[in-house]
């Protein structure tokens, strides 16, 4: 007993000791003024689930201040901010503000954010339904297209429907790669129509184009994970409101690329992503490391091997069966 | 990363165990099925453009063959030369459930296939229902015109 009793002294003694090693000091507690032009039972939920870790405005508990525990605590603040810092919210533009309310929400939807280990501990950042149901209200009244839009009472300007190819690059080889190194790739027109898109939320529309490899793939239903060169090109475009109010496929934004080799970009979770904006295909990306970006937003896919999309089914041989039948 | 961290990644690997999700993923519902009616699988032919309808709730992507598509590629206009097929496919659209701002295709609730043959006019076939079977149209001419009138969606 007596033992025991010098072993707890002993740990105890150590427990106070590690107290004073903490790790550096970061901003805690700087006020973040409510954003303006959203809501505030929105603002509320924000500060209430997110700022602890996405924002210079932290509420630690007792607990988050104790070593080792602050080591951890600091580490997610540090890490949770670079993702996203709700005090630079107002450096952001009105889109960007959006794309970023919609991307984080669909963390939340995911069951990503906040984070298991976080509200596990503190209870009261977990977002009730209630909650979920107030951002997602708020998010189709920004949504670049309503989901119920009047038909414009402006005509679309007629004769200038055919915008031909003008632009068209004609030397690919002149495309700069991205910094981590992928070419781009002309061919993916040629390939077939893997899903298409409507992102209301800001307002593009995609086609997902699939390599021969790709679409193999599904035809034979190995799709999870997806074989070694299989390749993605998702392609964006402007949504243009016509006089009748359909809408068709207007300026080109950008194309992405998701190439699958597991041992080439074993890194980067087996795929090399790539993006190329704009009628000039300006290769997206400031260092070799901005595929970690790709790879963040696709996380709450990683079982379905990082890939969002649900393919159409296109497989050949099933459809000629019908055809023999007949 | 720091060692506390790999302890617990570690721990979380073992305490889940390895489940891997191995259901593959198809959008079953919006394909084309081995009941519907149709000359061809036309999902297998190659894009030219797509539009949405916001007020019906639907999507729509228009097809060639290859001689459509070659066409497509150099001129915008609707003068397909002999032995084009355009297939234009409309899905009844579903919110997307691994992104919310997104609607994605779910059933298919037409196909229209214009074929251009000899020098008479396109010809137009509209197919609809579940599954997919030949039906009679009351509007082929404004459909023909407004599929026609589609050019090729533009990329550099």
Same mark, same amino acid.
């Given at each position: 007993?007596?033992?025991?009793?010098?072993?707890?002294?002993?740990?105890?003694?150590?427990?106070?000791?590690?107290?004073f090693w903490? !790790?550096?000091?970061?901003?805690? @507690?700087? !006020? /973040?003024?409510?954003?303006?032009?959203?809501?505030?039972?929105?603002?509320?939920i924000?500060?209430? @689930?997110?700022?602890?870790?996405? *924002?210079? /405005?932290?509420?630690?508990a007792w607990? %988050?201040?104790?070593?080792?525990a602050?080591?951890?605590v600091?580490?997610?603040?540090?890490?949770?901010?670079?993702?996203?810092?709700?005090?630079?919210w %107002?450096?952001l533009?009105?889109?960007?503000?959006?794309?970023?309310?919609?991307y984080?929400?669909?963390?939340?939807?995911?069951?990503?954010?906040? +984070?298991? @280990?976080?509200?596990?501990?503190?209870? *009261?950042? &977990?977002?009730?339904?209630? *909650?979920?149901?107030?951002?997602?209200n708020?998010?189709?009244?920004?949504a670049?297209?309503?989901?119920?839009?009047?038909?414009?009472?402006?005509a679309a300007?007629?004769?200038i429907?055919?915008?031909l190819?003008?632009?068209?690059?004609? %030397?690919y080889?002149?495309?700069?790669?991205?910094?981590?190194?992928?070419?781009?790739?002309?061919?993916?027109?040629?390939?077939?129509?893997?899903?298409?898109?409507?992102?209301?939320?800001?307002?593009?529309?995609?086609i997902?184009?699939?390599?021969?490899?790709?679409?193999?793939?599904?035809?034979?239903?190995?799709?999870? !994970?997806?074989?070694?060169?299989?390749?993605?090109?998702?392609t964006?475009? &402007?949504?243009?409101?016509?006089?009748?109010?359909?809408? *068709?496929?207007?300026?080109?934004?950008?194309?992405?690329?998701?190439?699958? %080799?597991? &041992?080439?970009y074993?890194?980067?979770?087996g795929?090399?992503?790539?993006?190329?904006?704009?009628?000039?295909?300006? !290769?997206?990306?400031?260092?070799?490391?901005?595929?970690?970006?790709?790879?963040?937003?696709?996380?709450?896919?990683?079982?379905?091997?990082?890939?969002?999309?649900?393919?159409?089914? +296109?497989?050949?041989?099933?459809?000629?069966?019908y055809?023999?039948?007949? | #990363?720091?060692?506390?961290?790999?302890? $617990?990644?570690v721990?979380? $690997? $073992?305490?889940?165990g390895?489940?891997?999700? =191995?259901?593959?993923?198809?959008?079953?519902?919006?394909?084309?099925?081995?009941?519907?009616a149709?000359?061809?699988?036309?999902?297998?032919?190659?894009?030219?453009?797509?539009?949405?309808?916001? =007020?019906?709730?639907? #999507?729509?992507?228009?097809?060639?063959?290859?001689?459509?598509?070659?066409?497509?590629?150099?001129?915008?206009?609707?003068s397909?030369?002999?032995g084009?097929?355009?297939?234009?496919?409309?899905w009844?659209?579903?919110?997307?459930?691994?992104?919310?701002?997104?609607?994605?295709?779910?059933?298919?609730?037409?196909?229209?296939? $214009?074929?251009?043959?000899?020098?008479?006019?396109?010809?137009?076939?509209?197919y609809?229902?579940?599954p997919?079977k030949k039906?009679?149209?009351?509007?082929?001419?404004?459909?023909?015109?407004i599929?026609?009138?589609?050019? #090729?969606?533009?990329?550099?």
């Amino acid at each position: 007993m007596k033992k025991g009793l010098k072993i707890f002294a002993i740990l105890l003694l150590v427990f106070i000791a590690l107290q004073f090693w903490k !790790p550096e000091e970061i901003e805690y @507690s700087t !006020p /973040t003024k409510d954003f303006t032009n959203v809501p505030a039972e929105v603002n509320t939920i924000l500060r209430n @689930s997110c700022f602890d870790c996405h *924002s210079n /405005t932290v509420n630690l508990a007792w607990f %988050d201040k104790i070593t080792p525990a602050n080591f951890i605590v600091a580490s997610h603040i540090k890490d949770g901010r670079k993702a996203l810092n709700f005090s630079d919210w %107002d450096k952001l533009e009105k889109p960007k503000q959006s794309a970023t309310l919609y991307y984080a929400f669909n963390k939340i939807l995911s069951g990503e954010m906040p +984070l298991k @280990s976080y509200t596990a501990l503190h209870p *009261s950042a &977990k977002l009730e339904d209630s *909650s979920v149901e107030v951002l997602k209200n708020y998010l189709t009244t920004i949504a670049v297209r309503k989901t119920n839009p009047a038909i414009p009472s402006i005509a679309a300007p007629k004769g200038i429907e055919k915008i031909l190819p003008n632009k068209k690059i004609t %030397d690919y080889t002149k495309v700069k790669a991205t910094l981590n190194n992928i070419s781009y790739i002309p061919d993916f027109r040629n390939w077939k129509a893997v899903s298409t898109s409507d992102r209301f939320d800001n307002g593009s529309m995609r086609i997902i184009y699939g390599n021969e490899i790709a679409v193999k793939a599904i035809a034979e239903h190995q799709t999870n !994970p997806w074989p070694d060169g299989a390749i993605f090109a998702k392609t964006a475009w &402007k949504q243009k409101i016509e006089a009748d109010g359909t809408i *068709s496929a207007g300026a080109f934004i950008q194309v992405e690329f998701m190439i699958k %080799d597991a &041992k080439k970009y074993e890194a980067t979770k087996g795929w090399g992503w790539a993006r190329w904006k704009g009628n000039d295909l300006k !290769p997206y990306g400031d260092n070799a490391n901005f595929d970690q970006e790709c790879i963040s937003c696709h996380n709450p896919v990683k079982n379905n091997d990082y890939v969002f999309t649900t393919p159409l089914h +296109l497989d050949i041989n099933k459809f000629n069966i019908y055809n023999k039948n007949k | #990363m720091k060692p506390i961290h790999s302890i $617990i990644i570690v721990l979380i $690997i $073992i305490l889940s165990g390895c489940n891997r999700n =191995n259901e593959n993923n198809i959008n079953e519902k919006a394909s084309v099925s081995a009941l519907d009616a149709l000359p061809e699988n036309p999902l297998l032919l190659s894009p030219i453009t797509f539009s949405i309808n916001p =007020n019906k709730a639907t #999507m729509s992507t228009l097809y060639g063959n290859k001689i459509a598509f070659q066409h497509a590629k150099i001129k915008a206009d609707s003068s397909y030369p002999n032995g084009a097929v355009l297939y234009e496919v409309t899905w009844k659209q579903k919110a997307d459930s691994l992104w919310y701002g997104a609607n994605i295709p779910d059933k298919i609730i037409s196909v229209e296939k $214009i074929q251009f043959t000899g020098n008479t006019a396109p010809k137009y076939e509209l197919y609809a229902g579940h599954p997919l079977k030949k039906v009679s149209s009351n509007d082929e001419n404004k459909r023909t015109t407004i599929i026609l009138s589609k050019g #090729m969606v533009e990329t550099p």
